[in-house]
């Protein structure tokens, strides 16, 4: 009599496709918030800051000029003579920054300024830097960026915890010969060492735990048949067709709902 034919199941691909898109959205995450903690909030309180030098250099230029006997000559020695009011904590803008920073060259043209449309200096000033021409409402403090590497940290680790997961599952497999189950972490189960098997979550989560107590030590084994084998009818179910080989070598106590009534 030839021996039955061993059942593999693989991983499914409802396992790999929410593992890789949960990869990706945890690495996304992850680089967001490296970005963010380490040069985009630097880079959005520089905006903040030179953004609202913008204003007041309209106000002093219309009280200068209230007269309006200004000139062109006198308005940019003074405007060349100011610096943007950044604040003591160098922590929080962008490396390397030149201070004191005199006021943006634009707020030194006489011309430009005159109209009196701070709104319109710095969406020319914002365009012509590559800057976003909506500037922060509110400047980032030290520990607002520190919390953008803290949770950088901790997307960065469910990243690799995904990915280890990921790898570990596409390497291993469930296996059914005529004599034993080979769970997916490699141990091999006769079925004469299985006492237990509780099927309660079989039909809603496709999970089953055998208990198994002999030569291959106790413990429980899971058979996870969404992640291996899945239920798919093109493929004749895979993970049915495990179980049922199970079963039919079972012989000890099995664990199911009981309807009342």
């Given at each position: 009599?030839?021996?039955p034919e061993?059942i593999?199941c693989?991983?499914?691909?409802?396992?790999?496709?929410?593992?890789v898109?949960?990869?990706?959205?945890?690495s996304?995450?992850?680089v967001?918030f490296?970005?963010?903690g380490?040069t985009?909030?630097?880079?959005?309180?520089?905006?903040?800051?030179v953004?609202?030098?913008?204003e007041?250099?309209t106000?002093?230029?219309?009280?200068?000029?209230?007269?309006?006997d200004?000139?062109?000559?006198?308005?940019?020695?003074f405007a060349?003579?100011?610096?943007?009011?950044?604040?003591?904590?160098?922590?929080?803008?962008?490396?390397?920054?030149?201070?004191?920073?005199?006021?943006?060259?634009?707020?030194?043209?006489?011309?430009?300024?005159?109209?009196?449309?701070?709104?319109?200096?710095?969406?020319?000033?914002?365009?012509?830097?590559?800057?976003?021409?909506?500037?922060p409402?509110?400047?980032?403090?030290?520990?607002?960026?520190?919390?953008?590497?803290?949770?950088?940290?901790?997307?960065l680790?469910l990243?690799?915890?995904?990915?280890?997961f990921?790898?570990?599952?596409?390497?291993?497999?469930?296996r059914?010969d005529?004599?034993?189950l080979?769970?997916?972490?490699g141990?091999r189960?006769?079925?004469?060492?299985?006492k237990?098997?509780?099927?309660?979550k079989?039909?809603?989560k496709?999970?089953?735990?055998i208990?198994?107590?002999?030569?291959?030590?106790?413990?429980?084994?899971?058979?996870?048949?969404l992640?291996?084998?899945?239920?798919?009818?093109?493929q004749?179910?895979?993970a049915?067709?495990l179980?049922a080989?199970?079963?039919?070598?079972f012989?000890?106590?099995?664990?199911?709902?009981?309807?009342?009534?």
């Amino acid at each position: 009599m030839n021996a039955p034919e061993q059942i593999v199941c693989k991983p499914t691909p409802w396992f790999t496709l929410r593992a890789v898109a949960m990869l990706a959205m945890f690495s996304v995450f992850a680089v967001l918030f490296f970005i963010d903690g380490t040069t985009g909030y630097h880079k959005k309180n520089f905006a903040y800051y030179v953004h609202a030098t913008f204003e007041p250099a309209t106000k002093e230029f219309a009280r200068m000029n209230s007269g309006g006997d200004l000139t062109p000559t006198a308005w940019k020695e003074f405007a060349s003579e100011q610096t943007v009011g950044f604040p003591a904590d160098r922590d929080i803008l962008p490396k390397g920054l030149d201070l004191p920073m005199p006021w943006p060259k634009i707020l030194t043209d006489y011309g430009k300024v005159k109209p009196l449309q701070p709104h319109l200096l710095w969406q020319e000033y914002s365009g012509e830097n590559r800057m976003n021409k909506t500037p922060p409402e509110q400047p980032f403090d030290a520990g607002k960026i520190r919390e953008q590497i803290i949770v950088f940290y901790i997307c960065l680790a469910l990243a690799l915890s995904t990915l280890f997961f990921l790898v570990r599952t596409a390497r291993r497999s469930v296996r059914a010969d005529g004599e034993a189950l080979i769970a997916a972490t490699g141990r091999r189960i006769p079925y004469s060492d299985m006492k237990t098997l509780d099927l309660r979550k079989w039909d809603t989560k496709g999970i089953a735990l055998i208990g198994y107590d002999g030569a291959s030590g106790s413990g429980k084994a899971k058979i996870d048949g969404l992640t291996y084998g899945g239920f798919k009818k093109e493929q004749d179910e895979p993970a049915e067709r495990l179980m049922a080989r199970i079963r039919e070598n079972f012989s000890g106590e099995i664990i199911e709902y009981t309807s009342v009534g």
